[in-house]
Structure formats: structure tokens, C-alpha cells
């Protein structure tokens, strides 16, 4: 019998430099902890295509190394409307994110792929989008860090209920 299709999920940011890529990064971490890794695939990309081709922003490479997680080499790109049939979920890290990616779904089965990040963050959390770090400092970094790893183990604890069945 051949391996089911993994489950394909795509975090969406502005840029694509800070927020997505940390968090498509940490997904992948956590869900190798998990052992999902041959379950799920993860990718990332931005609403806005200034930085296309670029490398993850150094200060969140930093934060992550910090954190204890690794690179792999992701390079920047657009969101664009196939994402909506090549992926099982798609994550917006703000609300502006998700009104851009909603503006361009084609139907209400595309639209319903669209959950925000803020669904997986703790309910005593204050924030309802990842506070976008881009013009702060190293702290903004560790933060976003700490907020999408609270979250990145939620969705994977769902992943992991949904994929292996018991
Ligand atoms: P990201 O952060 O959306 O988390 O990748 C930003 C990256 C670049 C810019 C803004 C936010 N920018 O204005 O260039």
C-alpha cells in the first residue's frame, strides 16, 4: 500500500522574511519531535513580493538559532491563487495577511483553508495577530519566537489527533 498524501500546510506573512519562515520552521521542528515528519509538509510565503528570492531576515534567523532551531535553506515568495489548491491549510499571521489571501479565494471551499495563527495561540495571550517584528528589536524576535512555538505545538497536538488514528 503506498503512504497517503502528507498534509500540506502553508504559513502566510507580508514579507515572508520574518513571521512565515519562522513559523514554517518551527512546525517543522515540532512536528519531527512529534513524529509527524512523514505526515505533514510545511511552506511559507508573503502577501507582498518585495523581498522574493530573499533569505529569512538575520535578526530572525538569529532568534531562532537562539531558541534552538535551524535553518533550511527557505527563499522568499508570493502567495498566489494555486496555493489554495496545493494546500490543506493555509495560516495568516495577522488579519491583514488573511483579508489579502480571502480577496483572492475563488469559492467558499478555498476560503475555508484560511485559518488565522491566532486560533492556536493561549487564551490569556494578548496579542490576536504575530505582532510583526520587522522595525523593533531582538526582543520583538524572541517574542514572535516564543508565541509561535505556544502555537506551533497546539496545531501539531490537532495534526497529530487528525493524522494517526488511534
Ligand atoms: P514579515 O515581516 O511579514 O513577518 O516577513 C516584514 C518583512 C518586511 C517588511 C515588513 C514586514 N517590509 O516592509 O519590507
Known amino acids: 500500500m503506498s503512504s497517503p498524501a502528507p498534509y500540506r500546510v502553508l504559513f502566510v ?3 515572508n522574511i520574518c513571521r512565515s519562515p519562522a513559523a514554517e520552521i518551527i512546525f517543522n521542528a515540532v512536528a519531527a519531535e512529534e513524529g509527524l515528519a512523514a505526515l505533514v509538509q510545511a511552506d511559507s510565503c508573503g502577501t507582498a513580493s ?5 533569505r529569512p531576515d538575520r535578526r530572525m534567523l538569529a532568534a531562532l538559532e537562539r531558541a534552538g532551531f ?3 535553506g527557505h527563499r522568499a515568495r508570493t502567495f498566489r491563487r494555486a496555493d489554495f489548491s496545493e ?6 499571521q495577522d488579519e491583514y495577511n488573511e483579508q489579502d489571501i480571502l480577496s483572492l479565494s475563488r469559492n467558499s471551499a478555498d476560503a475555508a483553508r484560511v485559518r488565522g495563527m491566532w ?4 487564551e490569556n495571550e494578548r496579542e490576536r495577530s504575530v ?4 522595525y523593533g528589536g531582538a526582543e520583538g524576535f524572541d ?3 516564543a ?3 505556544r502555537s506551533m505545538r497546539k496545531l501539531v497536538a490537532e495534526l497529530k489527533d487528525k493524522l494517526i488514528q488511534a
Open 70 to 72: 535551524s535553518y533550511g
Open 119 to 122: 486560533q492556536w495561540f493561549a
Open 143 to 145: 517574542a514572535v519566537v
Open 13 to 15: 506573512c507580508l514579507g
Open 131 to 134: 505582532p510583526d517584528p520587522y
Open 87 to 92: 494546500f490543506d491549510l493555509i495560516v495568516p
Open 147 to 149: 508565541l509561535l512555538t
Open 50 to 54: 518585495y523581498h522574493t528570492g530573499s
